[in-house]
Nanobody, 124 residues
């Protein structure tokens, strides 16, 4: 089981930028996908962005044009620009997502089986 450790996040004012990163204990050589999810208090965990090993990306409509997901070797990152108060939440890195050929990497949390501990993002 690959271990995932998130870092970054923190606080920003609306319109600012934040970055979260996730370090995996090893880099998978098989086709795989990873993603970022967030959960606000009292709300369900929602998919933010995902990426597969071919470089295909998938974004939630709420973050398109503002967030960018990237993966370099064993590090997954999410650059968040023009953040809004509704972006506040605990951000989780997820790995070992289901692969559906011909479809973009999933944004449903139940498609992923490996999770980090989360890192807090607060936008005021």
């Amino acid at each position: 089981h690959v271990q995932l450790v998130e870092s970054g996040g923190g606080s920003a004012q609306a319109g600012g930028s934040l970055r979260v990163s996730c370090s995996a204990s090893r880099n998978s050589k098989r086709r795989h996908c990873m993603g970022w999810f967030r959960q606000a208090p009292g709300k369900e965990r929602e998919g933010v962005a995902s990426i597969d090993s071919d470089g295909t990306v998938h974004y939630a409509d709420s973050v398109k044009g503002r967030f960018t997901i990237s993966k370099v070797k064993d590090t997954l990152s999410l650059q968040m620009n023009d953040v809004k108060p509704e972006d506040t939440g605990l951000y989780y890195c997820a790995a070992e997502g289901a692969i559906y050929y011909g479809n973009p990497p999933p944004l449903e949390h139940y498609e992923y089986s490996n999770w980090g501990q989360g890192t807090q993002v607060t936008v005021s």
